[in-house]
């Protein structure tokens, strides 16, 4: 007889089955975590295409379905976001932002009643932001007037432009017979959106409605591995400016978006080169030239700004040079974002704003003067809709062409022909152009007077500094007896580099920008004002011991909880530690690292060892040998504040002691 027990289907399916399971949940945990890190590198579209079967399996369920939402909101289609922002509410997630997030995201798709309940909801949250709550207030201000532009249609057709796609079709310029237009078309696919990179592309027109093949506008300004686009053109057509930025390279001068120049010569245009009225840390795009060709008007998210995305206005002398950008004033520029500036013939100011009371995202406003006034008007429906309408261009008084990405288009981006239904010229307003400011009569003169000392405030004779100015290099100079260097005139916009060595002391860097140092127009008294300014360079001698950060002006970095990822911010500050030490091949550094009170210290200890190697790997992969930097983790043994184990404390608090700090460890001879 046999003695075994007969073999039963179930158990192997069973087994089979809780394998799968396990293996299951080790794959979901990788897909989730190679989720968050693309997240943080701002790789949304690569988020959504991993997280978003995890959230429709219902895998931890309230982050995955946030992370989804986040990740639309963040690449500019807030319009998906609402259900999964709901999911995730509705599981208990706690950010104090989601009701404000639902608001914008019902009000992208023309909910208006659902708008109005998310915007009521926040503010009786009570936010701890002051920004927040206000933006919040406006818009619930706003959506009285948001109900009055459905009620009465302006007097104007559109039509979808035949030869929309797929991809993004936008910002059209009509050149001739053909349009110019920026589009997603390149082979490469940019992470933020999922979409292809943007260029630069023309087109003929079959007829006002209608182009044919779109082909690259030119060879030397398409860039594979960058988003280029919204291009402007100078009265002679000679002279473009556009927007470069966003290719993802570590060394790229625009990480995020700049300006960019290009001369048209024998049929040719030039390599572009960066405009130094561009801002290095911010988003300088959507350029347009004035009619007289004396301004270019851009968006801008600058420091001193009104909020958001700005609108700027940078003179242009006969020579072509670029003077200091102008803030349009706050009757334009509001807390949200103002962008897509535009200039017709007769003077006026056509720009896209979701701050001025919009359907949706960005609707388009006509900017005239009245009585020495500025009157903001909304362009009404249809040209604006509860989707971003935005790039208009007038091919005439009464017609030319816009973008939007409403819904029933083609695609991500949509062009659109618009004429007016009105018997007279346009629709909207008649009042008198914005005029462009004359030159004026009362002029300041600029200069800049530069001094070497030692940390005692003494002078250092004989010093020797190399400059750049606006990037290009200058004669070296030598500094005198009483530390001075030759006073340099200074220029409108200009940003002057130096690099100041002398022997026992520490190379040390320095800037000045003229940017935000002029006086303003209205308060010079004098037909002609000379002004010079000083400017102190600080040269320290090595010591063991030295915390680098008062001396190089270094910031120490931060991490987010519970993280050793090296955020944007930190690695502003690590760039700056890099420059220091090829400047200084003599030092050897420790980068300490620390963290909040939170967790056990064992755990803390491990963690705060993780930021400083992970600090130390970002300077090693920027061409520093390992062996002049030490990564020490203190844990969280050195706090700088009173935010101890069971003391309550704000995040901002725990903030200030989750870093890494600088330190000079050997001298090499």
């Known amino acids: 007889m046999n003695h075994i027990k007969p073999f039963k289907p179930t158990t192997y399916l069973y087994l089979f089955l809780i394998v799968g399971l396990l293996n299951a949940c080790n794959s979901d945990a990788r897909l989730f975590k190679t989720a968050i890190e693309n997240f943080e590198l701002g790789e949304y579209e690569w988020t959504i295409r991993d997280v978003k079967p995890l959230a429709d399996r219902n895998y931890r369920i309230a982050e995955t379905n946030y992370l989804v939402a986040e990740s639309y909101r963040l690449s500019n289609r807030i319009q998906f976001a609402g259900p999964y922002y709901l999911i995730a509410k509705e599981k208990g997630n706690q950010d104090p932002l989601l009701n404000l997030h639902l608001a914008y995201s019902a009000k992208a798709n023309g909910k208006y009643a659902e708008t109005k309940k998310y915007l009521q909801d926040f503010i009786a949250s009570k936010p701890s932001s002051r920004e927040y709550a206000i933006k919040a207030e406006i818009e619930l201000e706003n959506l009285s007037s948001v109900e009055e532009y459905t009620k009465n249609p302006s007097p104007v057709k559109i039509q979808g432009l035949v030869g ?15 349009l110019i237009i920026t589009s997603s078309k390149k082979p490469l696919i940019y992470k933020n959106n999922g979409l292809p990179y943007l260029g630069l592309y023309k087109a003929k027109l079959k007829s006002p ?27 002679d057509g000679k002279t473009m400016v556009f927007a470069r930025g966003n290719s993802g390279k570590s060394k790229d001068p625009s990480p995020d978006v700049d300006l960019y120049i290009s001369s048209l010569r024998d049929g040719t245009w030039s390599v572009p080169e960066r405009l130094p009225i561009s801002d290095s840390l911010g988003w300088d795009g959507s350029p347009s030239f004035s009619r007289d060709g004396k301004s270019l008007y851009f968006s801008s998210n600058r420091r001193g700004g009104k909020g958001g995305l700005d609108l700027y206005r940078a003179p242009m002398d006969n020579s072509g040079r670029f003077g200091k950008p102008i803030n349009l004033g706050s009757s334009i520029n509001t807390r949200g974002n103002e962008i897509f500036p535009y200039v017709s013939e007769d003077g006026k100011l056509f720009f896209s704003s979701d701050g001025h009371p919009s359907l949706g995202g960005l609707d388009i406003f006509v900017a005239t003067r009245s009585d020495d006034e500025i009157q903001v008007e909304h362009l009404g429906v249809p040209m604006n809709s509860s989707g971003d309408d935005f790039g208009l261009f007038l091919s005439d008084t009464n017609q030319g062409y816009f973008s939007s990405n409403r819904t029933g288009g083609k695609g991500d981006d949509d062009i659109y022909f618009f004429q007016s239904t009105n018997s007279e010229d346009r629709w909207w307003s008649n009042e008198t152009a914005i005029v462009e400011s004359k030159e004026p009569v009362k002029v300041a003169l600029y200069h800049l007077r530069t001094q070497i000392l030692n940390s005692r405030n003494k002078p250092i004779a004989n010093a020797k500094v190399g400059i750049k100015r606006n990037g290009e290099i200058q004669p070296v100079l030598y500094s005198d007896a009483k530390g001075f260097l030759p006073i340099i005139d200074l220029n409108p916009a200009d940003q002057i580099s130096f690099n100041a060595s002398k022997e026992k002391f520490l190379t040390k860097r320095s800037e000045f920008l003229l940017d935000g140092k ?94 400083a190697d992970s600090a130390v790997k970002y300077i090693i992969d920027h061409g520093i040998s390992a062996n002049r930097i030490k990564a020490k983790g203190y844990g969280e043994s050195q706090l700088i504040n009173g935010c101890t184990d069971g003391v309550d404390c704000s995040e901002e608090a725990h903030q200030e002691n989750r870093r890494t700090e600088f330190k000079i460890t050997d001298l090499n001879d």
Request: no cysteine; proline share 4%; glycine share 6%.
């Open 518 to 611: 002029e006086i303003p127009k209205q308060l010079l008294k004098k037909e002609l004002t000379d002004t010079t300014f000083d400017h102190k360079i600080t040269l320290g001698v090595a010591e063991i011991g030295e915390e680098l950060g008062a001396m190089f002006g270094v910031n120490p970095i931060y991490y987010d909880l519970d993280k050793a990822v090296i955020r944007p911010d930190a690695a502003l500050e690590l760039d700056k530690i890099v420059q220091v030490l090829q400047d200084n091949p003599e030092i050897s550094i420790e980068l300490g690292s620390h963290t909040d009170s939170r967790a056990s210290a064992s755990y803390n200890l491990k963690l705060s060892q993780r930021r």
């Open 164 to 178: 929309n796609t797929k991809q993004a079709e936008f910002g059209p310029i009509k050149n001739g017979e053909e």
């Open 209 to 235: 409605t209608e182009i044919e093949q779109l082909e690259v506008f030119s060879s030397t300004l398409l860039d594979d591995n960058a988003n280029e686009g919204t291009p402007a053109f100078s009265k």
